[in-house]
């Protein structure tokens, strides 16, 4: 069991520094690019993580709340309530547009029917 355990501490380490080496964005690596952070994690198993925990990120919270989805946007989302989304309205007010020009046409296709119905059963009542 410790054996086990001394094999599987050091590979859950280098998994995880590698993960956080390769989420970080290149302008929160420290001293060395990040292909060279990875070979160093990677090559030197557990001087490697601890070396890049020390040194290898930039350990502040990154301006503007930037989370790793944004970092290949290069901007930052703002998040508005669907009441005061502008955009959401508009589309809204243009799906009620359709929505109801659509009914309209069922409405005056349903009349034209009823007519005709009528008129035929008037025709049919006057010929018996």
Avoid: Q
């Avoid at 380490?13 to 690019?33: F, G, K, M, S």
């Avoid at 309205?89 to 009528?118: F, V």
């Amino acid at each position: 069991m410790l054996r086990a355990l001394m094999f599987i501490l050091p590979l859950a380490l280098v998994i995880y520094t590698l993960i956080d080496c390769l989420n970080t964005p290149e302008d929160e690596v420290r001293h060395l690019p990040k292909v060279v952070w990875v070979i160093i994690i990677l090559l030197f198993w557990i001087v490697g993580p601890i070396v890049w925990f020390v040194a290898g990120k930039t350990r502040r919270t990154p301006a503007g709340g930037r989370t790793p989805s944004e970092w290949h946007r290069n901007h930052r989302n703002e998040w508005v309530a669907p009441d005061d989304n502008p955009e959401f309205l508009k589309s809204l007010r243009e799906e009620n547009k359709k929505d109801e020009s659509l009914l309209k046409d069922w409405e005056a296709d349903l009349r034209r029917r009823e007519e005709e119905l009528k008129k035929r059963d008037r025709g049919e009542d006057t010929e018996a």
